[in-house]
């Protein structure tokens, strides 16, 4: 009984170290990006050694992995499927844009640090399928509003990929001083305009 008891003990110490050293990392991806987080910068602000990092996550991959996992579940990713419900494509446009730079507004740190060192980092681009996989669901539910799906109407599938992009939100809200509000009425006017042209 005594040796089940430390065990379980032991397991709990073991699972709680592990969550530090993600939290620590995902902190340290978030503020200075993944490119300049070392493994001693993680190690030291999860306060383990280097060799405890190593246990648990013997490669880079690895500690990638539980990092999106551990950001995903904590951050979750806007879903489409309401949308579908909204009839009206300009009433449907509004709700998605909003839900997705709600989302914008809540990660911009941790989504212009990842975007960033992308460059510099190709293994980062495994670790966005999530993000590529729902982005283009995004986009379908969005474009079936419109009468039509995006690969039969590529300008409309370009505007709205364009609305909901993390640079676009960013440049209007960041450089141009808009609201999230004013962003969203600007490409829902951009996408209304396009299909009455077409």
Known sequence: MTRTYHLKQRAQRQQATRQRIIEAAVELHTTLGPAQTTISAIAQRAGVERLTLYRHF?????????????????HPLPDPTPWGLIADPQARLRRGLAEVYAYYRRTEQHMAALQRDAQVLPQLREFAAPYLER?????????????????????LSAALGHALDFQSWRSLVRQQGLEDEQVVELMVGMVRCLVAGT
Do not use: F
């Open 58 to 74: 013997p490669d880079e991959h690895a500690l990638l992995s539980a990092c999106s996992s551990h950001y995903l579940s904590t």
């Open 135 to 155: 982005w283009g669901q995004m986009r379908a539910v969005l474009a079936a509003a419109w009468g039509g799906s995006a690969p039969k109407l590529p300008k």
